[in-house]
């Protein structure tokens, strides 16, 4: 059986109404007046190196963020992981006390108002993998977080796990757009961040 349209470049694929130009391996969507599907879903990654920060900006289009941790690892133990939010494309970070974490681990819960969120709880240990979801991020309402940390010891993993079940709240009422991940006390040495981002408004 001969299967026709089978080796078709980009340049001969249909152009949906409204979108510019095809490109091979895309779906072309246009945008219309009534919802535009300009950017549905995003995606970003930062990767550690004896680094201060990791930084994620241009995130105004996006209501919902997901940050995946790997294997992420801190210089200095008599610390926790903090993140930060930004109204302004990370010129700034808002470091005031808007912040509210509430933790659950099996010491029992825990909760701050603090100048970051805290993404490992009531513990000091190095390590960090995990999920955090951030909502009504771009929203001129308070951003809630909720996410798991699975916390160590052993810089390679190992030694004391701790895992940790997060919720918090930043108690602003500012859209925002960027996010900053970092150690209360020293650099972050390795691993990697990754941030898929959810279009909406």
């Not at 001969?2 to 001969?12: A, F, P, Y």
Request: aromatic content about 8%.
């Amino acid at each position: 059986m001969t299967v026709e349209h089978s080796s078709l470049t980009g340049g001969q694929l249909h152009e949906p109404k409204g979108v510019g130009a095809a490109a091979a391996g895309t779906l072309g969507i246009a945008a219309s007046s009534a919802i535009s599907w300009g950017k549905i879903t995003g995606e970003d990654s930062a990767t550690a190196s004896a680094s201060s920060a990791l930084t994620f900006t241009d995130l105004e289009d996006y209501l919902m963020v997901r940050l995946v941790f790997v294997d992420l690892l801190r210089a200095t133990a008599i610390t926790t992981l903090r993140m930060r939010l930004s109204s302004d494309n990370g010129s700034s970070y808002i470091s005031t006390s808007m912040y509210g974490t509430r933790w659950m681990d099996a010491a029992g819960g825990e909760s701050e108002e603090d100048t970051s969120f805290n993404l490992s709880g009531d513990n000091t240990y190095l390590y960090n993998s995990g999920i955090i979801t951030l909502y009504n991020f771009n929203s001129a309402t308070p951003t809630s977080m909720q996410g798991t940390m699975i916390c160590s010891t052993s810089a390679s993993g190992g030694g004391t796990a701790n895992p940790q079940y997060l919720v918090g709240l930043q108690q602003g009422s500012t859209a925002m757009n960027a996010i900053q991940i970092l150690s209360g006390l020293g650099n972050l040495t390795s691993g990697s961040v990754y941030l898929e981002g959810f279009k909406g408004s």
